[in-house]
């Protein structure tokens, strides 16, 4: 969905079985990156985002992530791709089905 310069994504999936709890840990360090200098700097690089959620339903199979930000998809992907943000995401993903990677999993 477009507003103006906004666009809004929103993606569902299901959590791959006996994953759940794991994800939670990831989002939950995700989170806290107050104390991650490096993330903290990646996402002042990322002028174009307004808002990021990550919800956790239906007991635990499922996971919604949703997003504001201006301008196109692409630009989008690529700010967070080019960025430590990328990575950590592919870490919260890699706990869910059919979503491609963009960098390899950080542990």
């Not at 999936?13 to 989002?27: F, Q």
């Not at 998809?73 to 690529?78: L, Q, R």
Request: charged content about 30%; aromatic content about 8%; glycine content about 8%.
């Amino acid at each position: 969905m477009r507003d103006g310069v906004c666009s809004e994504f929103t993606v569902v999936t299901k959590i791959k079985p006996g994953h759940a709890d794991a994800l939670r840990e990831d989002l939950a360090t995700l989170a806290s990156g107050s104390d991650d200098a490096e993330a903290r700097a990646a996402l002042r690089q990322i002028s174009t985002l307004h808002d990021a959620r990550h919800v956790i339903f239906d007991n635990g199979t499922r996971h919604l992530f949703a997003s504001v930000f201006d301008g196109s998809w692409d630009t989008y992907i690529d700010d967070f791709g080019k960025t430590a943000i990328g990575g950590r995401f592919d870490k919260v993903f890699s706990h869910t089905e059919g979503v491609p990677r963009h960098h390899p999993i950080r542990r």
